[in-house]
C-alpha cells in the first residue's frame, strides 16, 4: 500500500520543494519507488514550464509531462485562488482528486504531495487546501524556514495541523540562504524541544541546488515505519 505524505511548510519561501525533492531522491536510494505531486501550481518560467515541477520529475526520475504530476496550473506567480478566479479556471476538489488517482495510479511505495505556500493556502470559496477531502489520509511533513520568527511559525503550524486531526510524520529544518540565523542551533534545539514530533534532518543551504547532496541530511527511519 502506497504511503502518502504531505509537504507543508512555515510560509512561501521555507523550501518545500527543494527538501521534497531530497526526500524522493533518499527514498529512491533506499529502492523505493516515489511519485510526486504538486496539486496546485502558480508561477511558471516565460518558457512555460514550472520550475518545480521540473525539479520534481528530475528527483523522482520520471519522464512524463508536467501535467502529469499536478492538477490546477496557472501562469502568474500569484496566490492560486486569485490565480483561479483570474482566469475562470476554479480549484475544485473534482480536479484535485482526479490528477491524485494519477498519481497514484502506479502504486508507488511513496507519494510525496507538496502544497503551495503554506498550511492554511485559500482556493477559493472560502476553502483551504487542508479542507479537501483527499488529503485526510496523508501524513504531514513540516518544512521550517530556518529565519528570524520560525520558531513562532513552527509552532503556530503544527497547533493548525493538529487541530484539523491530521497525523504529522516529523519536520525538517532547512536553511534557504547561505547565511545561517544567528544562533542558528540554539534554535534549532528549542524546535527539536518544542515541536514534539520525529525530526527528519536539517537540510542545509546548496548554493547549486544539489537535493541529492541533501538528501544524505535526512532521517529517514520514521518514515519508514508509518
Same mark, same amino acid.
Given at each position: ?41 502558480? &508561477?511558471? *518560467?516565460?518558457?512555460?514550464?514550472? +520550475? !518545480?515541477?521540473? =525539479?520534481?520529475?528530475?528527483? %523522482? $526520475? ?25 482566469? &475562470?479556471? *476554479?480549484?475544485?476538489?473534482?480536479? +484535485? !482528486?482526479?490528477? =491524485?488517482?494519477?498519481?497514484? %495510479? $502506479? ?120
Amino acid at each position: 500500500m502506497t504511503k502518502k505524505l504531505f509537504i507543508t511548510g512555515t510560509d512561501t519561501d521555507a523550501g518545500k520543494t527543494f527538501c521534497a525533492c531530497a526526500l524522493e531522491v533518499a527514498l529512491r536510494e533506499r529502492g523505493y519507488s516515489v511519485r510526486p505531486f504538486k496539486p496546485v501550481v502558480a &508561477g511558471l *518560467e516565460p518558457d512555460g514550464r514550472s +520550475l !518545480d515541477l521540473c =525539479l520534481h520529475l528530475m528527483a %523522482s $526520475g520520471l519522464r512524463e509531462p508536467e501535467s502529469a504530476i499536478s492538477a490546477c496550473i496557472y501562469e502568474e506567480p500569484v496566490a492560486p485562488h486569485i490565480a483561479a478566479m483570474k482566469t &475562470g479556471r *476554479e480549484i475544485t476538489y473534482a480536479a +484535485l !482528486d482526479q490528477g =491524485l488517482r494519477r498519481a497514484l %495510479s $502506479g502504486n508507488p511505495d511513496y507519494l510525496i504531495t507538496e502544497g503551495a505556500g503554506g498550511w492554511l493556502l485559500p482556493i477559493g470559496g472560502g476553502r483551504t487546501l487542508p479542507d479537501w477531502p483527499g488529503l485526510k489520509d496523508m501524513a504531514v511533513i513540516i518544512v521550517v524556514g530556518m529565519k528570524l520568527g520560525c520558531l513562532n511559525h513552527a509552532l503556530l503550524t503544527r497547533e493548525a495541523v493538529i487541530s484539523r486531526g491530521f497525523r504529522i510524520a516529523g519536520f525538517m529544518a532547512h536553511s534557504a540562504s547561505p547565511d545561517l540565523q544567528p544562533y542558528y542551533q540554539e534554535n534549532l534545539a528549542t524546535l527539536r524541544e518544542m515541536m514534539k514530533m520525529p525530526f527528519l534532518g536539517d537540510i542545509r543551504y546548496e548554493p547549486q541546488g544539489n537535493f541529492t547532496e541533501a538528501s544524505a541530511d535526512l532521517n529517514l527511519d520514521p518514515l519508514l515505519h508509518l
